[in-house]
């Protein structure tokens, strides 16, 4: 297994990954409020956790991949004030929040499997975990680290004194840009709130400080905790988390157990449509079924959103969209011919088959192990394209072994499950048939059959000792 090293938000650089386990790795990744449609911009740090996990597996790792659902206590403002996202939605919709939790549930899930997101081992929700948040307030407020005002209790950023070492926000820069007090209630401007009250909230449950709901950031810390332990190796998110979100789950997290929380924070940047911001006001926040329903192919979508860096901000456009299909089908044909040649006889292995092979996933690996350099690694998978057609008389021990390779890789970039298919039975009768025309010299008739054959969109070729290969029509 070669190094891997991935760029950690906390210390600013490019470290060797080892986890705290031998052959595990515990990951935690931030997911959907579910009060709206996912758009292709969360799907961006939904998909660089769901690469992390597949590659880290591609490498041997014990995987266990937790991502939260919220639908409580996620405000519509940074600054513990305005609606919560959900109930929002809830009034708008007029249903119950648990309803538009559900739904905005299924539809996450849907997009996610259209995009073949392997599905996390876990997905808390932050409504199930009430218990485990009041648990940990309760901690933070004897250690010293929380206060109770009324029904409120907030935490006192200045007992943590590590507070911004992961954004960089240290406290004097930020209650120097603090024009005013919002809250009264704080004793500093960038305390948070771990416990609110709020007659007028829809869910609301009984805690030690009267009737409320949790804070956002508190609900990360207890369910990390609660499935990952006081400490684990990954977390993940998009870059608009770092600041309050995952700073607040430290100052939480740590200020409970006193030992260092996640050894590895990973970030993904923002995602950009056409060269803006997207919005909502811009009409420009697309979900996946809707690209879908514009005739884009899932796999291209999973393939764009995949294929820049993750530490990279990415110009989503429709015609980068189209350039990705032309990408996935290049390497689909490839795989379509291999498993047509994978039932030819032959049992020889030419050095040269298997040097490319071991060129090609080596290279990946080591690419993907270089944090996550996606373009370095698709360099890698488009040599092995090039290299398997010119090898197209491959012996089928040949193919099987180029078809190993590239399901290898898939298995990290999760492109071609529904993509590549099996020749369909008819398709492959009528290329049986015209092959026993032609020997038995009935021109008209195989002429006949290559002509129907490119009507329902594949292209027979011919190859030496009367076998054929058959191609899917491009789009």
């Known amino acids: 297994m070669s190094q891997i090293r991935f760029y950690n938000t906390l210390s600013k650089k490019v470290e060797l990954f080892e986890p705290l386990e031998p052959g595990v790795v515990r990951i935690y990744s931030c997911g959907p409020t579910v009060y709206s449609h996912p758009h292709i911009g969360n799907f961006r740090s939904f998909?660089?956790?769901?690469?992390?996990?597949?590659?880290?597996?591609?490498q041997g790792f014990t995987v266990k991949h937790v991502m939260n659902i919220t639908d409580v206590g996620h405000l519509t403002s940074d600054a513990?004030?305005?609606?919560?996202?959900?109930?929002?939605?809830?009034?708008?919709?007029?249903?119950?929040?648990?309803?538009?939790?559900?739904?905005?549930?299924?539809?996450?899930?849907?997009?996610?499997?259209?995009?073949n997101l392997k599905p996390a081992d876990i997905y808390p929700r932050a409504t199930e975990h009430i218990g485990e948040m009041i648990a940990m307030v309760e901690t933070l407020i004897k250690k010293g680290h929380a206060y109770v005002v009324g029904q409120n209790v907030y935490y006192d950023v200045c007992t943590f004194k590590n507070y911004g070492k992961l954004s960089g926000n240290t406290l004097e820069e930020l209650n120097a840009g603090a024009r005013i007090e919002i809250n009264p209630e704080k004793r500093h401007p960038q305390d948070f709130a771990l416990w609110k009250h709020d007659p007028h909230h829809i869910q609301q449950w009984d805690s030690p400080w009267g009737r409320g709901f949790p804070g956002w950031h508190i609900e990360c810390s207890a369910m990390s905790t609660r499935y990952l332990g006081e400490q684990f190796d990954i977390h993940t998110g998009g870059e608009d988390n770092i600041f309050p979100h995952h700073e607040c789950e430290i100052a939480q997290s740590e200020g409970v157990t006193d030992k260092r929380w996640v050894r590895y924070w990973l970030h993904a940047r923002f995602l950009m449509f056409d060269g803006e911001k997207m919005s909502k006001s811009k009409g420009n926040l697309y979900t996946i079924?809707?690209?879908?329903?514009?005739?884009?192919?899932?796999?291209?979508?999973?393939?764009?959103?995949?294929?820049?860096?993750?530490?990279?901000?990415?110009?989503f456009t429709f015609d980068g969209l189209k350039a990705a299909e032309q990408a996935v089908e290049k390497?689909?044909?490839?795989?379509?011919?291999?498993?047509?040649?994978?039932?030819r006889a032959g049992m020889n292995i030419r050095h040269e088959?298997?040097?490319?092979?071991?060129?090609?996933v080596d290279g990946f690996a080591e690419a993907m192990g270089d944090d996550l350099n996606m373009s370095k690694a698709?360099?890698?998978?488009?040599?092995?394209?090039?290299d398997a057609n010119r090898l197209a008389d491959a012996s089928g021990a040949e193919a099987r072994m180029l078809l190993t390779a590239f399901e290898r890789i898939d298995s990290v970039l999760g492109i071609l499950e529904s993509a590549a298919g099996e020749i369909p039975a008819d398709i492959t009768a009528l290329a049986e048939e015209r092959k026993q025309a032609k020997l038995s010299k009935n021109w008209a008739?195989?002429?006949?059959?290559?002509?129907?054959?490119t009507a329902k969109g594949y292209i027979l070729e011919d190859m030496p000792g009367h076998e054929y290969r058959i191609k899917r029509k491009e789009a």
């Open 331 to 343: 390497i689909t044909q490839c795989v379509f011919l291999l498993r047509q040649a994978a039932d």
């Open 80 to 115: 513990d004030v305005g609606a919560d996202k959900l109930e929002e939605a809830a009034r708008k919709e007029k249903k119950d929040p648990l309803q538009i939790a559900q739904f905005y549930i299924d539809s996450f899930k849907t997009a996610s499997a259209l995009l």
């Open 378 to 386: 698709l360099a890698h998978v488009f040599e092995l394209v090039r």
């Open 289 to 315: 079924q809707q690209l879908v329903e514009k005739g884009f192919k899932k796999q291209a979508i999973r393939y764009a959103l995949i294929s820049s860096h993750y530490r990279q901000n990415y110009n």
């Open 47 to 58: 998909l660089m956790a769901d690469v992390l996990r597949r590659f880290l597996e591609f």
């Open 353 to 360: 088959v298997a040097d490319v092979i071991q060129a090609a």
């Open 445 to 453: 008739r195989a002429d006949q059959i290559r002509n129907e054959l």
